[in-house]
Nanobody, 115 residues
Framework: QVQLVESGGGLVQPGGSLRLSCASS????????MGWYRQAPGNQRELVAT???????VYSDSVKGRFTISRDNTKSTVVLQMNSLKPEDTAVYYC?????????WGQGTQVTVSS
């Protein structure tokens, strides 16, 4: 069973930066797609960014150019660097590991962007 543990959330002012990290209890496989999703109150969970083992990335339009996803396959970690944060980025952020037909989720970390 894969366990994902996120860290790095918190409160930041608009325009600020945060770095989210996610560590997996097991090794990454080449088929694994790692991702970050977020869920704001009253909204559905939405994709933020994904990255394959080869480094191909996908970003939602709302974060493109501001957020960067990266992964370290040797350490089984994935990082989301968030810059130029906006109040609408406020949400619980979840780490996701998609392996073939299965999805694994972290417990989530709160990001609040407010002055």
């Amino acid at each position: 069973q894969v366990q994902l543990v996120e860290s790095g959330g918190g409160l930041v002012q608009p325009g600020g930066s945060l770095r989210l990290s996610c560590a997996s209890s097991g090794n990454f496989f080449n088929v694994d797609i790692m991702g970050w999703y977020r869920q704001a109150p009253g909204n559905q969970r939405e994709l933020v960014a994904t990255i394959t083992s080869g480094g191909s990335t996908v970003y939602s339009d709302s974060v493109k150019g501001r957020f960067t996803i990266s992964r370290d396959n040797t350490k089984s970690t994935v990082v989301l660097q968030m810059n130029s944060l906006k109040p609408e980025d406020t949400a619980v952020y979840y780490c996701n590991l998609h392996r073939l037909t299965r999805d694994y989720w972290g417990q989530g970390t709160q990001v609040t962007v407010s002055s």
